[in-house]
């Protein structure tokens, strides 16, 4: 077990720049998610960590090791990837029992390794059998099997459950992130899906264009998003962002979209101040906008807007309403009764409110 | 619960004759036998009508100009049994087709293998590694008896220039410069084959094996025999059993190069066949037993790669 260090790591292609100095401490043990939307580099990231991408620029660590001119095969690794990359002509056991085969392990150590990984998955009785004659899922324990045999010092997964359907998804995700809990490998789990990032990971990193945004836990990327880009990657439905004057008066401050006006709650008054007078993004998560049945008062955290169309997901209804600039997604209480047309009290929780910097898109609160 | 009322149905008249005809036709045993007609036309016309004339002929003493010929058994296959000629011919094609494959396989492979780096002008090499194999072998052959001609070859000029020999190299002269040249031009002929048939089974190789493997500990060697091997063996088994087959049933370019010679030493049967049957005597009776010779080696040949093919699809 160890931590890993991608130190000022940059990989070109030609002239595409797939990772950007990415710099990153994972911590021994840690499961660290590298999340972001497709060709933002992070599976690059991953490759060079394996050794089969040579960084272009810059250092990787594993343990107090640097790895980033040594051969794959000698950076004490596994990886489960995408298709499972199982050997096709080789039964479940000597899939799993080739690793050590090839680094001289003694038999009676290869065959105990083997079925104590495979009875953590629940496979014992699957160890003769090839490839082809298992499922999605049980290719997928086969893949982690193997990765689990090597006791390497880290486990790198490139999207391992993006191949199974969305039910066994889900039971799977749970189950690896017991295994990991229980092995306490370092293990550095590249996905797309915001929802395996949220779940998985003690902490989260995430990337756009080949540059790190933000690397927190998934509280803290969820409520403090660093910029505009991890606001709306993280979260679904995605924040809803719109322009927003900011005006003082009387010791207050207010952001105003059109017909809408927000009080800012005074925490976060400081840091407006030297925005007076000039407009910022504003970001309200669905949640943080509460749709209220039947009238009532207007207060400085209501506003009254029309609705355009109800989504009834059972669990939540997401409303979608004509804001001050575009369509706002709220997600209110489930057996919700609306029509497109009706216009509704909306209560706005300002002390959720985000606010970008329109040039620079970076969180201002 | 309710009961629908009891309908009685009328028994159906009988169809009109050419109706039942065409549901007949249309039925899907007839059907399937019906399309299948066209080719076993073409298979019972061009295949099994020569075939079984070839077993006929080859049980008369027919010639050639004459129309028929006397019943004669199993005469002629006795007589070549006996022929010193046609011993030598088999012994020559097992050594024409069982030492040329191997060099083929293990070139074709290398080349593949090669040809499936990435690296510039990699499309124009592929495209020109298929010369020998779509050029006509009645014309390359003759660019091999030019390169083997016992005056002008370039071999011989080359290895005189090196000083490795001393006067030019009679490379059709004896029997054994003569198969060896065969096997030559035979190999250089027939390895674009395997290569492209294993280039096409390389990129069918899922490119994460080999980075598993190498994670795993494999070096480029391991990772040849545990990885690229095993999904390309059915290509390699398929195409070496076809080659095999080719190579037996070859003429064209020993005709060209040697005509069997010098004294009837590199004959294979296709060759010889040709000189009984029509050639030298125009023996027809005796040519085709020479065929038919073949026709065990062959189907034995066949049958094994047939079942190997089934066996893989299963």
Redesign the interface.
């Known amino acids: 077990m160890a931590e890993v260090i991608y130190d000022h790591v940059t990989k070109r292609f030609d002239s595409v720049v797939a990772v950007n100095d990415l710099t990153l401490e994972v911590k021994d043990g840690e499961f660290l998610v590298l999340v972001g939307p497709s060709g933002c580099g992070k599976t690059t990231a991953l490759r060079c960590l ?3 991408e040579e960084v272009t620029s810059g250092d990787i660590l594993i343990g107090d090791r640097v790895v980033t001119h040594i ?3 000698d ?1 004490d ?3 489960v ?1 995408q ?1 499972y ?1 199982l ?3 080789m039964t479940v056991y000597d899939n799993m029992a ?2 050590l085969k ?2 001289k392990v003694p038999k009676q150590e290869i065959d105990r390794r083997v079925k104590e990984a495979a009875e953590i998955l629940g496979i014992q009785d699957l160890l003769n059998r090839k490839p082809r004659q298992l499922s999605g899922g049980q290719r997928q324990r086969v893949a982690l099997g ?1 990765a689990i045999v ?1 006791e390497p010092q880290v486990f790198l997964m490139d999207e391992p459950l993006s191949n199974l359907d969305a039910k066994l998804r889900v039971q799977t995700r749970g189950e690896l992130i017991k295994l990991q809990r229980r092995l306490g490998v370092t293990t550095i789990y590249v996905t797309h899906d915001q929802v395996e990032a949220m779940t998985m990971g003690h902490r989260i990193a995430v990337m756009n264009q080949g540059v790190l945004q933000q690397l927190d836990t998934p509280e803290n990327l969820y409520d403090r998003p660093a910029n505009l880009f991890v606001a709306t990657f993280i979260g679904s439905p995605a924040m809803n962002i719109f322009p927003a004057k900011v005006v003082s008066g009387d010791g207050s401050y207010r952001l105003v979209a059109g017909e809408v006006t927000l009080e800012v709650p005074p925490s976060h008054r400081s840091r407006l101040a030297d925005y007076v007078d000039r407009e910022v993004l504003l970001g309200i998560r669905p949640e943080d906008l509460e749709v209220v049945v039947g009238s009532e008062a207007q207060r400085g955290d209501t506003v009254r807007l029309p609705v355009e169309l109800i989504e009834p997901l059972g669990a939540e209804t997401l409303v979608h309403l004509r804001g001050p600039a575009g369509t706002l997604i709220a997600q209110g209480e489930p057996r919700i009764h609306l029509n497109p047309g009706d216009v509704v009290t909306v209560r706005v929780r300002t002390e959720h409110l985000h606010t970008f910097d329109p040039q620079t898109e970076m969180a201002i609160f | 619960m309710t009961t629908a009322p009891v309908r009685t149905i009328a028994p159906a008249a009988p169809l009109p004759l050419r109706q039942r005809i065409r549901l007949w036709i249309e039925s899907e045993p007839v059907l399937a036998y019906l399309f299948m007609s066209p080719g076993w036309l073409i298979l019972l016309l061009f295949m099994s009508y020569p075939f079984f004339l070839g077993i006929w002929i080859s049980l008369t003493d027919r010639t050639v100009g004459l129309p028929t010929g006397e019943f004669v058994g199993l005469r002629n296959y006795r007589d070549l049994l006996r022929d010193g000629v046609f011993r030598l011919t088999v012994l020559n094609t097992f050594i024409y087709g069982f030492v040329t494959v191997p060099f083929k396989l293990l070139l074709g492979l290398l080349l593949a293998l090669l040809l499936n780096q990435a690296f510039r002008l990699r499309n124009v090499l592929r495209a020109a590694l298929l010369l020998p194999w779509i050029v006509p072998t009645a014309l390359s052959s003759l660019a091999w008896l030019m390169l083997y001609d016992p005056v002008l070859s370039p071999f011989s000029w080359l290895l005189k220039d090196w000083g490795v020999v001393e006067g030019s190299i009679a490379f059709l002269g004896s029997r054994v410069n003569a198969i060896v040249s065969l096997c030559v031009a035979n190999i250089w002929r027939g390895t674009p084959f395997f290569a492209v048939a294993i280039l096409a089974g390389l990129q069918a190789v899922p490119h994460e094996l080999h980075e598993a493997a190498a994670i795993e500990g494999a070096n480029a060697v391991q990772r040849f025999f545990a990885v690229t091997l095993p999904v390309i063996r059915g290509i390699v088994v398929i195409t070496t059993l076809f080659s095999i087959i080719w190579t037996f049933a070859d003429f064209q370019l020993v005709y060209v190069l040697t005509k069997g010679g010098p004294a009837n030493s590199t004959h294979i049967f296709g060759t010889f066949a040709w000189q009984e049957g029509i050639g030298g005597a125009g023996k027809l009776g005796m040519g085709a037993a020479v065929s038919l010779y073949m026709f065990p080696i062959l189907a034995a040949l066949s049958a094994i790669l047939l079942r190997y093919v089934r066996s893989q699809e299963t």
């Open positions: 394996a050794g089969l051969p794959p095969k950076r690794i596994a990886m990837f298709n990359a050997y096709p002509h080739f690793g090839l680094r193997r090597r």
